[in-house]
T-cell receptor, first 114, second 116 residues
Framework: EAQVTQNPRYLITVTGKKLTVTCSQN?????MSWYRQDPGLGLRQIYY???????DKGDVPEGYKVSRKEKRNFPLILESPSPNQTSLYFC?????????????FGPGTRLLVL | AQTVTQSQPEMSVQEAETVTLSCTYD???????LFWYKQPPSRQMILVIR??????QNATENRFSVNFQKAAKSFSLKISDSQLGDAAMYFC?????????????FGTGTRLQVTL
């Protein structure tokens, strides 16, 4: 089954404790992206990756890091989480521009930073 | 920069009736894609319908159809014969080419309530 998976689905942590949210897709997609969803703001892009070892900032990259060492995986790293990073996070993937442009989303990760 | 605006934070429709959700956008690109995503209480993002800007014909998917007005930069979603399962948050999104990558920009969403 074609899908995007995220882990963990729910996470409660404390300020300053490094954490990683994993994202994996099995569709051989080149493009992967991370979004955060906050009430009244919709989804905003954090980082995206066009392919292995190619990443770039989205609209709200501060406080986040990403890496793309393998095509299927695109982890989101919070080096020192703060309460304002409490949010619902989505990973998404798609084919490259000009190909399968529709982005497929993972199930979401709900993060609470105390 | 590209923007997407959904001016209706909440809408309500009776079961079996028709409802239209509004979306306007702005982009300097001539070639782009527009989407409507549904987010039920499970929080999963589900693609409802997509429209290629170069196609004049409005997209349809069963009970869902769009009214795409390219000159007016308007992309509304019509849901016919509304069902209880249609109750969800609906997001309009624009996929444009920023020059270095394709970027998906979302509106702030419209919460649709379906009543008996």
């Amino acid at each position: 089954e074609a899908q995007v998976t995220q882990n963990p689905r729910y996470l409660i942590t404390v300020t300053g404790k490094k954490l990683t949210v994993t994202c994996s897709q099995n569709m051989n997609h080149e493009y992967m992206s991370w979004y955060r969803q906050d009430p009244g703001l919709g989804l905003r892009q954090i980082y995206y990756s066009m392919n292995v070892e190619v990443t770039d900032k989205g609209d709200v990259p501060e406080g986040y890091k990403v890496s793309r060492k393998e095509k299927r995986n695109f982890p989101l790293i919070l080096e020192s989480p703060s309460p304002n990073q409490t949010s619902l996070y989505f990973c998404a993937s798609s084919g490259v521009w000009g190909g399968a442009e529709t982005q497929y989303f993972g199930p979401g990760t709900r993060l609470l930073v105390l | 920069a590209q923007t997407v605006t959904q001016s209706q934070p909440e809408m309500s429709v009776q079961e079996a009736e028709t409802v239209t959700l509004s979306c306007t956008y702005d982009t300097s690109e001539s070639d782009y894609y527009l989407f409507w995503y549904k987010q039920p209480p499970s929080r999963q993002m589900i693609l409802v319908i997509r429209q290629e800007a170069y196609k004049q014909q409005n997209a349809t998917e069963n009970r869902f159809s769009v009214n795409f007005q390219k000159a007016a930069k308007s992309f509304s979603l019509k849901i016919s014969d509304s069902q209880l399962g249609d109750a969800a948050m609906y997001f309009c999104a624009l996929l444009g080419d920023t020059g270095t990558a394709s970027k998906l920009t979302f509106g702030t969403g419209t919460r649709l309530q379906v009543t008996l």
